[in-house]
């Protein structure tokens, strides 16, 4: 009894101030694999396109031509592209979908969000304390941080331009704005479900693969969206 009492002891312990042991190492399994099998999807959709190289093509129709593309492969719980924000510490593989079994891989996709490229809003969502915590310090990303999504058919570069805290209900965050962004929510405060933290963050570049693009739809940057972003960290 004495050592299953410090067991649990030691559980405790270890999800509160890191993140819970058990669903965590089974969690760094599913990345694994996501990981490989992103590879594997990420090559295979290159090597399927069927679309020509257009060095004059416009970036923002390329991009959204291409995600369009890749948007008719999108399964539950398959691996989609992967999430890096550096200064928070977050490198993870996204899946599409965010019912249980896809959020145990990492974080998920909503279904009904756009893909980057497709000049909407795109929303993840991730956990802060089971299954790896790849949002546990979601609240520590500031604003001007750069977020990459690095998808089969590009790289899309975001700029947070705030955070909010708001309740499991208000699905009206992740609506369609007119423009492209990304949102992402994990559950706050840590160890509840009782409200959402958001971010909130502005494309500010593209780059999209030499081999399906040209080398002049290289690391563009939108129209007004770097503007905007510098804008919106001042007001």
């Known amino acids: 009894m004495i050592t299953a009492g410090s067991v649990v002891i030691a559980d405790v312990v270890a999800t509160l101030v890191w993140k819970e ?9 599913r990345q694994n694999e996501a990981r490989t099998e992103l590879a594997d999807t990420a090559q295979s959709f290159l090597d399927d396109l069927k679309l020509p190289p257009s060095p004059g093509a416009d970036p923002a129709v390329r991009s959204r031509t291409l995600a369009d593309a890749f948007s008719r492969r ?43 490229g497709q000049d909407s ?7 802060r304390t089971t299954y790896g915590a790849p949002f546990r310090d979601i609240d ?11 998808m089969p058919y ?3 570069t975001y700029a947070v331009e705030k955070s909010r805290v708001v309740e499991p209900t208000d ?7 007119g423009r492209e962004r990304i949102v992402l929510t994990a559950c706050h405060p840590v160890y ?26 290289q690391n563009r940057t939108p129209p007004g969206m770097r503007a905007q972003a ?4 001042h007001s």
């Not at 042991?21 to 399994?29: L, M, V």
């Not at 398959?78 to 891989?105: C, F, K, M, N, Q």
């Not at 510098?230 to 960290?233: G, T, V």
């Open 192 to 217: 509840s479900a009782a409200q959402r933290y958001a971010i909130f963050a502005e494309l500010t570049d593209v780059t999209l693969p030499e081999g399906v693009a040209g080398p002049s739809v």
């Open 21 to 29: 042991p058990i669903s965590a190492a089974y969690a760094t399994i």
């Open 154 to 156: 590009g790289t899309f």
């Open 74 to 116: 999108l399964e539950a719980g398959a691996p989609i592209g992967a999430i890096e924000i550096a200064s928070a510490g977050i490198d993870y593989v996204i899946v599409e979908g965010t019912d249980t079994s896809s959020l145990e891989r990492g974080p998920g996709h909503y279904p009904d969000t756009a893909l980057p």
């Open 230 to 233: 510098d804008s919106a960290s």
């Open 171 to 177: 699905i009206q965050i992740v609506r369609d704005v």
């Open 140 to 150: 520590e990303i500031e604003m001007g941080d750069e977020i990459e999504l690095k």
């Open 121 to 127: 809003t795109i929303g993840i969502a991730g956990h």
